[in-house]
């Protein structure tokens, strides 16, 4: 069985067992995380979600926060100035391994929700809802 999880602006297609190296996650190594943006979920029958395939998920195992490879932007501007420039940048990412593969009964499994470091400094920033009263 695979599927196809959306995550950090990209798409992965997942088995169980494979390792992924994603954009960071808000988790710590050792959690327990399920993606619930299932694109499509196959086996002996495939499922095509439109967008989104209801109940499907995918859960993983958090081994580590890591960073990719560095990139090296070299700028060399040619004309009158001769003036270069050396930028290098290393991505924050998130190592999974992949656990199992749901088809449906995702709400069920209580199992947290997978959440990008964007979204949870957003969700830091906003403020709390108000109560409302009921009178």
């Known amino acids: 069985m695979f599927a196809v999880l959306k995550t950090g602006g990209k798409q992965y297609r997942v088995e169980a067992g494979d390792l992924l190296r ?6 710590v190594a050792g959690a327990m995380i399920q993606f619930n943006d299932i694109l499509m979920v196959g086996g002996e029958t495939v499922t095509v979600g439109a967008p989104l395939v209801a109940g499907a998920a995918v859960q993983a195992e ?3 926060q890591i960073r990719g490879d560095k990139v090296i932007h070299f700028v060399k501007r040619r004309r009158k100035h001769s ?7 290393r991505q924050h990412l998130t190592l999974l391994r992949v656990t199992g593969i749901l088809s449906e009964g995702a709400a069920d499994t209580g199992v947290t929700p997978a959440v990008g470091m964007a979204d949870a400094r957003r969700a830091a920033h906003e403020p ?8």
């Open 22 to 27: 994603v954009e960071k996650l808000d988790a």
């Open 83 to 89: 003036s270069q420039r050396t930028k290098g940048h």
């Open 128 to 135: 709390a809802p108000a109560a409302v009263s009921k009178e």
């Open 62 to 64: 958090v081994i580590d």
